[in-house]
Structures are given as structure tokens and as C-alpha cells.
């Protein structure tokens, strides 16, 4: 038995320390352990600090920070088009009300005197609601076209932290007109900007409220003793001037392209 002391045993020891020691310092590449430590952090930091945006990183958090914004922003367009939905179902069940009222009542008096008069006290109330709805629902739809051109730019903020998912975006990343129409799937659509405002549903609330305006004027001229020839001018005038100032009026939907500077602009070739 050999004791603690053996000069063999120190031996196996002094081999067993050495051969650690040299796989602490250094592996297989000849780097050593320390070095690779050192490095590990330096490479993450690399990348969550990638794809810059005017010099500034991004940060590792800046995802869940994105997503949380476009969600918050997804629910404002939800509230916006459930209001605008309720403004356009309460305008026309009230413009509904008021013509079966008056179809009973101008059948109840044989459409005497009493029914102009009491049309020409409801409609104006009803125009004036119209009037109103078309205003909130020009509104909403500039409200929307901004929350889209935020969205777009989140988008590209998506694409700076991984630029391998743009074929998989139908929606854009560019904040300028031709995102905005990207986003509403019209990049490839044969319409303009004007046949696009004649399909919006302000475009229809105007045209309800010019024929409102042009029943009431023919309403009026007749109860003032005009002729026919005057009735049909006075309301073709009242309908065609009361569309075109509405129209005017929506044209202020695209307000948010002509007030600022696109951040990120659509490239020439890129459609």
C-alpha cells in the first residue's frame, strides 16, 4: 500500500492539474474560455442593436414595444368604424321615420296644406342630421388614414428587426400614398383617388342629404306659388350645389398626406 506521500501518486496529480488547467484556458479552436465569455454578450448586443433607425438601435424590447402599439391602434380603427356604422344607421332609420310619417299623414289629408308645412319643419331637422353625419364620417375616415400610416410605419420597423418576412406582408411598410394604398389592397387597382371617393360612404350620406336639400327647396318654391319649370331648377340647383360642397368637404380625408412628410416613402420600382 502506498501512502500519501508516493512520488507516483504526486505525479498522477501534478499530470491531472495540468491537463485541467489547459482545458480552462483554451478549447479546441485555441480560444481561450475567458475570451469566448467576453465575446458571447458583445454578439447579442449586436444583434438586438441591428438594423438602425437614424442612428439610434433598437433594442432587444423594441417588438413587444411595436406590438403593443399596433394593437392599441387596431382597437381605435375597431371604435372608429363601429361609431361610423352607428351614425349612418341612426341618420337613415330617422330619415326612414320621417318619410313614412309623412306618407301616412299626406294620406290622412288627402296631401293638403298641413302635409308642406309639416315637411318643411321635419326635413330641415333631418338634413341637419344628415349634414352632421357626413361631417363625423369625413372625420373617422381622415382619423383611419392616419391610424393606417402609423401602422405602415410599424410595419417597417417589423421589417428593420427581421427584413426575411417582407414577402409574407400583403400590407405596406411605406407611410406616403402609395403605402396608404397598398395597405388598402388598391397598389394594383385600376381606380383613382376620385372613383375611390365616389364608392366611400360619405360620398352616399352626401348624396342622401343633397336629395333631403332639394326636396326641400321644391317644397318651398311650391308653397311660395312657383311654377313647375321653377320647382324642377330650384331643386336640381339645391341637389347639385349641396353634393358639391359635401364632396369638398371629404376631400379632407386625405388631410394627413398633404400635412406631412413621409418618414419612409415607397421606392420608384417598387410595385
Known amino acids: 500500500m502506498r501512502g500519501p506521500t508516493d512520488p507516483a501518486a504526486v505525479s498522477r496529480t501534478e499530470q491531472h492539474g495540468a491537463w485541467k488547467h489547459r482545458h480552462d484556458v483554451t478549447d479546441d479552436t485555441g480560444k481561450s474560455a475567458a475570451a469566448k465569455r467576453e465575446t458571447a454578450p458583445s454578439a447579442g448586443n449586436a444583434t438586438a442593436g441591428s438594423s438602425p433607425v437614424n442612428g439610434q438601435p433598437l433594442g432587444p424590447d423594441a417588438v413587444p414595444i411595436l406590438s403593443t402599439e399596433h394593437w392599441s391602434l387596431i382597437a381605435s380603427r375597431s371604435l372608429l368604424w363601429n361609431e361610423a356604422l352607428n351614425r349612418t344607421t341612426i341618420y337613415l332609420s330617422v330619415l326612414s321615420a320621417a318619410i313614412v310619417a309623412l306618407a301616412l299623414l299626406a294620406n290622412a289629408t288627402h296631401f293638403g296644406t298641413r302635409i308642406t308645412t309639416v315637411a318643411l319643419v321635419l326635413l330641415p331637422v333631418v338634413f341637419f342630421l344628415g349634414l352632421a353625419t357626413h361631417v363625423r364620417l369625413v372625420e373617422i375616415n381622415r382619423a383611419e388614414v392616419e391610424l393606417v400610416l402609423a401602422m405602415n410605419r410599424l410595419r417597417h420597423g417589423y421589417l428593420r428587426i427581421a ?7 400583403s400590407t405596406s411598410d411605406h407611410d406616403d400614398e402609395r403605402g396608404l394604398a397598398a395597405s388598402y389592397l388598391l397598389a394594383h387597382s385600376q381606380r383613382g383617388p376620385w372613383r375611390q371617393f365616389l364608392n366611400s360612404t360619405p360620398t352616399v350620406i352626401a348624396t342622401v ?4 336639400a332639394a326636396a326641400i327647396i321644391v317644397l318651398a318654391v311650391r308653397a311660395a306659388g312657383a311654377v313647375t319649370t321653377v320647382e324642377v331648377v330650384a331643386g336640381t340647383a339645391a341637389f347639385g350645389a349641396t353634393w358639391a360642397a359635401l364632396f369638398v ?8 398626406l398633404r400635412r406631412t412628410k413621409p418618414r419612409f416613402p415607397t421606392p420608384p420600382d417598387y410595385y
Do not use: G, I, S
Request: no cysteine.
Open 163 to 169: 427584413p426575411a418576412l417582407k414577402p409574407y406582408f
Open 209 to 212: 342629404n343633397a336629395a333631403v
Open 249 to 256: 368637404k371629404e376631400r379632407q380625408t386625405l388631410d394627413p
